[in-house]
Every structure is written in structure tokens, then in C-alpha cells.
């Protein structure tokens, strides 16, 4: 989750997030808005692959951009976590040092 990282660096996931709705058209804010939403569109396109970004370069908010990307790529997330917490349950120390075991528990 790199991209979170560093949109939260730069004091914008909250335009991914949903934490700053889009202003009515009328809103005096609304081209500050734009300006930043444009800015993280931006980002995003660029820090994804370009077959990816074909397919959600047009879509104007990136919220909607966001859920997008976040629907497609959580499913498979999903069962990783699921096979880690398989894995962790499963770990055991056996005859190895405790070093050894903590080393591979916080790996998993």
C-alpha cells in the first residue's frame, strides 16, 4: 500500500477515501477540489501500470477511480490474508531457536 503511504504524506487520501465529498457545482470550493483531485488522478495514473491505467483513465472523480482499482485487486488480497493466517497458525518452533522462530513469524 505504498500509494496510501504516500498520498497520506502529501495530506490527500482523503480525496480516496472518501473523507472529502465532492462540492456541488456552485460551491466556491469546487475548483480547489477539482485542482486536487486532478493532482491525485495524476498521481495514480502514473504510478500504476499502463494497462491498468488504460482501463480507469477516464473516470473523472478518484474516489470512483479508487473503489475501482480497490475492488478489482482486494479479492486476491483477501486470500493471501487468509493463507498468512493459515501460516502463522501453523508455524511452529520446533528445535529452532527462538530468534529463529520469532524472525519467521514476523515475516509472515
Not at 477540489?33 to 483513465?57: F, G, M, P, Y
Not at 474516489?63 to 502463522?88: C, S, T
Amino acid at each position: 500500500m505504498e500509494i496510501r503511504r504516500a498520498l497520506a504524506m502529501k495530506n490527500k487520501f482523503k480525496f480516496v477515501d472518501g473523507s472529502i465529498p465532492i462540492p456541488d457545482e456552485d460551491d466556491l470550493n469546487r475548483s480547489a477540489w477539482e485542482r486536487c483531485n486532478n493532482l491525485v488522478h495524476t498521481w495514480i495514473i502514473n504510478s500504476i501500470t499502463t494497462s491498468i491505467a488504460q482501463s480507469v483513465v477516464f473516470i473523472e472523480n478518484v474516489i470512483d477511480m479508487w473503489n475501482n482499482l480497490k475492488d478489482r485487486f482486494m479479492r486476491g488480497y483477501r486470500i493471501r490474508v487468509a493463507q498468512l493466517h493459515q501460516e502463522i497458525a501453523n508455524l511452529k518452533q520446533g528445535n529452532h531457536k527462538i530468534m529463529y522462530y520469532f524472525t519467521e513469524l514476523k515475516g509472515l
